[in-house]
């Protein structure tokens, strides 16, 4: 398989469906995101975290890869079978973030990124995963995209928040309390 084919050398991809788009068409940018989302999230699971972390963050590169093959089909032309979402998916990321809830202070402030690699790669993940979600939004304006991947992003983002908080917690780190000035 070839990695370049030429086509989009002058600024147009196509779908899955074969419909050719602009390459900087709300839909591209959606599944961009999205697949910058998974980069990060994959960095973070390269971190030296706990394993049962690791095995979650793996399922949710696989959810990630669902959504962009979601958001990368032409819903009016494409006939492919794609893998869908499901309620267990964004019940999970519930889960997840219940249960390290329970080990977590409770929140008395506003936190700062920082204090540790691994909790800082958490809040950048989280911000792409919110600009997947505004992206993705924006798309849903106009065209056809399966609501719960709107869910899932909003859910993940949480996730990622917890986590971050989570991993802290593991790490001994203290989180950085933000202190407006005033």
Same mark, same amino acid.
């Given at each position: 398989?070839?990695?370049? =084919? ?28 999205? &697949? ?7 960095? /973070?699971? !390269?971190? &030296? ?16 890869? =669902?959504i962009g093959s979601s958001l990368a089909? &032409? ?8 893998? !869908?979402?499901?309620?267990?998916? *964004? ?6 973030? !219940? ?17 540790? =690699?691994? *909790? ?14 505004r992206n993705v939004i924006h798309l849903?304006? =106009? ?6 991947? /709107? ?6 983002? !949480? ?24």
């Amino acid at each position: 398989m070839k990695i370049y =084919t030429k086509t989009g050398d002058k600024g147009e991809t196509s779908l899955i469906g074969g419909t050719r788009v602009p390459k900087h068409h709300i839909r591209i940018e959606s599944y961009g995101t999205v &697949d910058e989302l998974n980069s990060w999230i994959g960095l /973070i699971n !390269d971190q &030296d975290i706990a394993q049962e972390s690791k095995t979650i963050l793996s399922e949710i590169q696989d959810r990630l890869f =669902t959504i962009g093959s979601s958001l990368a089909s &032409d819903p009016e032309k494409s006939r492919m079978k794609i893998p !869908d979402l499901h309620a267990s998916d *964004i019940e999970l990321l519930e889960n997840q973030i !219940d249960k390290m809830n329970e080990v977590l202070p409770e929140m008395r402030h506003f936190i700062l990124p920082g204090g540790h =690699t691994s *909790i800082s790669y958490c809040h950048l993940a989280r911000c792409v995963c919110r600009r997947a979600e505004r992206n993705v939004i924006h798309l849903h304006e =106009t065209e056809y995209v399966n609501e719960m991947v /709107i869910v899932y992003l909003n859910r993940l983002s !949480d996730y990622l928040f917890v986590l971050a908080r989570f991993i802290g917690h593991q790490l001994n780190v203290n989180e950085i309390a933000w202190k407006a000035r005033m």
